[in-house]
């Protein structure tokens, strides 16, 4: 079970202290959303979880073991960017294939998962393109796909879909939600958009300044907001 735990997590470049003793508890299966202003620490939070960065201080736990020296490849978890950074000269399957083929994958188990992520995410039709014949919401689907292949027990996404126009947004959320009622893997999920944190997350997570505010399920910090920065940052729709 992969369970991912936090305990008094800190992480500083030089002498900025970007995260400052953060401590949570996300239960395998759940989707938590973090939300806060601009340079709270959201990206650095996931990047930290995943091991792109490593923490200052503090403990992370990820199905109970300790993760803090473990290498990103080994914490079962995969890590889907708002920028899609697909590779530009391979095509929607090799792209999606890759990280399993470098890992020394066989062949014909390579291509079963790929086509299960495919058929998952709607994406069959599109297999033998390049990601410039793609649209914006077909790159995303691209880039989750990659992560889906890998069949991580926790799914961490840094705004993905900021980069998408509105109507492309509420469609890719929906394909998000159902994307984690049929894997059930554990998500963690940044946005700056409300109605995506309110509609997605089974708790969220209010970040300021690298500290948490709060945290609780939608419609609690909605109805019950611990002060007035979680208020103005979960009542207002922009
Ligand atoms: P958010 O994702 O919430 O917008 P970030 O986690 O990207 O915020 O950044 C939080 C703060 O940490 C910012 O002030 C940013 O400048 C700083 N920061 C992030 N990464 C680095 C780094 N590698 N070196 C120095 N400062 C960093
Ligand atoms: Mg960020």
């Known amino acids: 079970m992969a369970d991912v735990t936090l305990t008094e997590v800190r ?5 900025t202290d970007v995260i400052r003793g953060v401590s949570l508890d996300i239960k395998h299966g759940e989707f938590v959303v973090f939300v806060g202003p601009s340079g709270c620490g959201k990206s650095t939070l996931l990047r930290a979880i995943s091991g792109l960065e490593e923490i ?3 403990e992370l736990r990820i199905g109970g073991q ?3 020296h473990v290498d990103p490849s080994k914490r079962g978890i995969a890590m889907v960017f708002q920028s899609y950074a697909l590779y530009p000269h391979m095509t929607v399957r090799e792209n999606m ?3 399993l083929k470098h890992a020394g994958e066989p062949k014909a188990q390579v291509a079963e998962k790929v086509e299960r992520a495919a058929a998952i995410l709607g994406l069959q039709p599109l297999m033998d393109r390049k990601p410039k014949a793609l649209s914006g919401g077909q ?3 691209v880039a989750i796909g990659r992560a889906i292949v890998r069949d991580p027990e926790v799914f961490l996404f840094d705004e993905p879909l900021s ?4 109507e492309l947004r509420v469609h890719m959320r929906i394909e998000v ?3 984690h009622r ?3 893997s554990t998500i963690i999920y940044v946005t700056h958009d409300q109605v995506e944190a309110m509609t997605l997350a089974d708790k969220i997570v209010v970040l300021r300044a690298g500290v948490v505010e709060q945290v609780g399920a939608p419609l609690e910090l909605y109805d019950n907001p611990a002060n007035t920065f979680v208020a103005g940052f979960i009542g207002s729709p922009r």
């Open 66 to 68: 300790l993760m803090n």
């Open 97 to 99: 294939g890759f990280a």
């Open 177 to 179: 939600a159902r994307l």
């Open 56 to 58: 200052s201080s503090g």
């Open 163 to 166: 980069n998408l126009d509105a």
């Open 139 to 141: 790159r995303q689907r």
């Open 11 to 15: 992480k500083s470049f030089g002498s």
């Open 182 to 184: 049929e894997l059930g």
